[in-house]
């Protein structure tokens, strides 16, 4: 078994005003530096479209309607001062949810060992019944829903390492013990959740970081909080949103993260999924707005994931 790439041309017809951070281009230096000879080993397919049922594992139909109504015909749209729609981003976020639930249904099934899902717009901001920064579906959370309704699984953990707080993976599973939530992300800073004190039915587990943490703190956090949290949980499945922006290139974080961070953040989570889970993770990518930055996480976090078994 190898590891699955998910991807597809539409997640760059999202489009957004000049000088927005999360535009295209975020894409197209992801499948850029995935294109090169070193990941011709990946399994590659492109996301399949999300359909109604799924979009409401974790969202309202209200807010699926809601997106379609607001869904503009031509121009731009603007849902919030951050959240940017274009004639192409509906169809995005149904295929980003989409992917996500092919790549839970190929791991599960055993067609691959784990994968990687490039694409845009992010989505763990996303709250039952609204969308804001940049994120109008939740595929992560919708992706671990998915595992449990279809697959049956009992326990599906999210460890989530975007800069930023997954405010709205969070607020979906505040009360729900069959799912971990465990986040490592910087605080003070969008969107304002994510304190240490915020436990959910005792699933929720975060470890905030200080602005200007850098390596060790962030190793210290997984050390402490969210690896023994994942022991403790014993999932049959882990969903991993994938922020590159805790890099200390990126403009819309303070933290001080390198490469190297991540491949160590993805190793110690693969040596608890081979153990515990027969490997089974699903990568989602989330943040990460330095084009430099984001490339070389990304491949370095894809290279890890293509070392498993």
Not at 5 to 16: C, K, M, R, S
Not at 142 to 152: L, S, Y
């Amino acid at each position: 078994m190898t590891t699955l790439l998910i991807h597809h041309p539409v997640f760059a017809q999202h489009l957004v005003p000049f000088g927005h951070p999360e535009r295209r281009e975020r894409i197209k230096a992801v499948e850029a530096v995935l294109g090169e000879s070193r990941f011709d080993g990946l399994l590659r397919e492109e996301a399949r479209m999300a359909d109604v049922e799924m979009i409401l594992l974790c969202h309202t139909q209200a807010h699926l309607d809601a997106m379609r109504h607001a869904s503009p015909s031509e121009g731009l749209g603007r849902l919030d001062p951050d959240t940017v729609m274009s004639p192409k981003t509906l169809e995005a976020a149904l295929v980003a949810v989409g992917g996500a639930c092919q790549a839970v249904d190929a791991v599960l099934t055993g067609a691959a060992r784990n994968a990687f899902c490039a694409m845009r717009p992010p989505g763990h901001h996303a709250e039952p019944e609204r969308a804001m920064g940049f994120c109008f579906f939740n595929q992560a959370a919708i992706a671990a829903r998915h595992a449990q309704t279809v697959h049956g699984l009992s326990r599906v953990a999210i460890v989530d390492w975007d800069v930023h707080h997954g405010n709205g993976t969070q607020a979906i599973f505040w009360d729900d013990p069959s799912v971990l939530y465990a986040s490592t992300h910087q605080m003070p800073l969008y969107p304002g959740t994510g304190a240490a004190s915020e436990t959910g039915a005792g699933n929720i587990v975060n470890a905030p970081l200080p602005p200007g943490a850098d390596g060790a703190a962030f190793r210290d956090a997984f050390e402490t909080r969210i690896l023994p949290a994942l022991d403790r949980f014993a999932p049959e499945l882990l969903i991993i949103s994938a922020g590159f922006d805790a890099h200390e290139r990126d403009p819309l974080g303070g933290l001080d993260l390198v490469e190297a961070d991540f491949a160590w953040a993805t190793d110690v989570l693969m040596e608890r999924a081979e153990r515990d889970f027969a490997g089974r993770i699903v990568s989602v990518l989330e943040g990460g707005y330095d084009l430099k930055a984001l490339a070389a996480s990304t491949a370095i976090h894809v290279a890890r994931l293509m070392q498993a078994g």
